[in-house]
């Protein structure tokens, strides 16, 4: 079971690019690093997920090393609608999703 | 398309009070998952189902009952609240292929005086 490590909190300025990383050292060759946003009052919500390298979609980009040990969430010019908490997540839905774990996330304030 | 529908939003107990929070999803997902959140912290599983009539355990059973007599509800039952079962309660559901993503409810909250 990939158990992940995220900063705890992040500030940043509205216009600012940000970027989130998550540790996830005993990732399995089957599982997949997914993003997730929860803003307050609300479920969790997918952004983004990959493989290996780079994915890119009209939210977020996510970069993964070779070595996939680690995951780089970025944000390009966040507004203040982004702050919100975000879970990285590592596992594949074979082995079951019952398996992924959330844990505390990474909560991001933007101020203006 | 509503997505996930969690019923009701809010809900205040007494201890030793039961009752029943209802998911309801039109996604035909396959996959359905009960996580409760409690302030400051993730979401942690109590129990999923993987198709009708199926249920399983997750990582904080105790204290809760499932039922997934059809495939697009799911029941999550408290038969004695208790003071420690104050949080807010979300549904998730998925259709398992290809790492295809959880869809959430937007939760309810529940308080047991």
């Known amino acids: 079971l990939a158990k992940t490590t995220q900063p705890i909190s992040m500030d940043s300025y509205e216009g600012q690019e940000v970027n989130i990383t998550c540790s996830h050292n005993n990732i399995a060759t089957n599982d997949y690093i997914t993003w997730y946003q929860q803003f307050p009052s609300q479920g969790p919500r997918f952004i983004i997920q990959?493989?290996?390298t780079k994915v890119t979609n009209e939210v977020a980009s996510l970069f993964i090393p070779a070595d996939r040990k680690s995951s780089t969430l970025s944000l390009p010019r966040v507004s203040l609608s982004d702050t919100a908490v975000y879970y990285c997540?590592?596992?594949?839905?074979?082995?079951?999703?019952?398996?992924?774990?959330f844990g505390t996330g990474t909560r991001l304030l933007v101020s203006p | 398309n509503a997505g996930v529908t969690q019923t009701p939003k809010f809900r205040v107990l007494k201890t030793g009070q039961s009752m029943t929070l209802l998911c309801a999803q039109d996604?035909?997902?396959?996959?359905m998952y009960w996580y409760r959140q409690d302030p400051g912290m993730g979401l942690r599983l109590i129990h999923y189902s993987v198709g009708e009539g199926t249920t399983a355990k997750g990582e904080v059973p105790d204290g809760y009952n499932v039922s997934r007599l059809k495939k697009q509800n799911f029941l999550l039952g408290l038969e004695s609240a208790a003071p420690s079962q104050t949080s807010v309660y979300f549904c998730a559901s998925t259709d398992g292929g290809d790492n295809s993503p959880l869809h959430f409810g937007n939760g309810t909250r529940l308080t047991v005086t």
């Open positions: 996604m035909n997902h396959e996959y």
């Open positions: 990959g493989y290996k």
């Open positions: 997540l590592v596992g594949d839905s074979w082995t079951g999703f019952q398996k992924l774990v």
